[in-house]
T-cell receptor, first 111, second 116 residues
Framework: GNSVTQMEGPVTLSEEAFLTINCTYTATGYPSLFWYVQYPGEGLQLLLKATKADDKGSNKGFEATYRKETTSFHLEKGSVQVSDSAVYFCALSDNFNKFYFGSGTKLNVKP | GAVVSQHPSWVICKSGTSVKIECRSL??????MFWYRQFPKQSLMLMAT?????????EQGVEKDKFLINHASLTLSTLTVTSAHPEDSSFYIC????????????FGPGTRLTVL
């Protein structure tokens, strides 16, 4: 079946540090991959997506590359800010538009 | 574009009463909407898929008689929690697809339900 595994948090970084949040997936077919961000008390916001192998999604300094050979979609940012503190969810969408979410990784960025 | 709203954002009710949560797509028509439940510090659990003009498809383990879903128009889906109990307290989030040939879901801000 389909599933998403992402690294457990919380991840605590100092401002301007490099961020990596690991995400791997198991899927049949050719899923699309997503990163969503959830700020406290809010719903999920689409951060970036990739629809096929080797695609790179990017937004607001975040990027992730769809790696079919390693079934991964790791989220990276070169220099985090305090405002990036949130919970990040990796997800995949199967051919029937059903989403499978990872467990979420909380990021704390300290000034 | 692709804005989804939910109402109310926060509701408290007494045990045994019913609560209706609305999910609206504000600037697009959504043939398909989804309802999720999120427990504290946990991921989202898909409850059901709602298609305009047809019955919702519920995930295994979700009581369809307890969580009534109606998708009466292309911009509105409602979730009614019937005879609510404290264990139904949760954060309920809806999402919508912007079209038939798209796989990106846009999420509402969520509704915090507390059952006393």
């Amino acid at each position: 079946g389909n599933s998403v595994t992402q690294m457990e948090g919380p991840v605590t970084l100092s401002e301007e540090a490099f961020l990596t949040i690991n995400c791997t997936y198991t899927a049949t077919g050719y899923p699309s991959l997503f990163w969503y961000v959830q700020y406290p008390g809010e719903g999920l916001q689409l951060l970036l997506k990739a629809t096929k192998a080797d695609d790179k999604g990017s937004n607001k300094g975040f990027e992730a590359t769809y790696r079919k050979e390693t079934t991964s979609f790791h989220l990276e940012k070169g220099s985090v800010q305090v405002s990036d503190s949130a919970v990040y969810f990796c997800a995949l969408s199967d051919n029937f538009n059903k989403f499978y979410f990872g467990s979420g990784t909380k990021l704390n960025v300290k000034p | 574009g692709a804005v989804v709203s939910q109402h109310p954002s926060w509701v408290i009710c007494k045990s045994g009463t019913s609560v209706k949560i609305e999910c609206r797509s504000l600037d697009f028509q959504a043939t398909t909407m989804f309802w999720y439940r999120q427990f504290p510090k946990q991921s989202l659990m898909l409850m059901a898929t709602s298609n305009e003009g047809s019955k919702a498809t519920y995930e295994q383990g979700v009581e369809k008689d307890k969580f009534l879903i109606n998708h009466a128009s292309l911009t509105l889906s409602t979730l009614t929690v019937t005879s609510a109990h404290p264990e139904d307290s949760s954060f309920y989030i809806c999402s919508a697809l912007t079209g038939v040939n798209t796989d990106t879901q846009y999420f509402g801000p969520g509704t915090r339900l507390t059952v006393l």
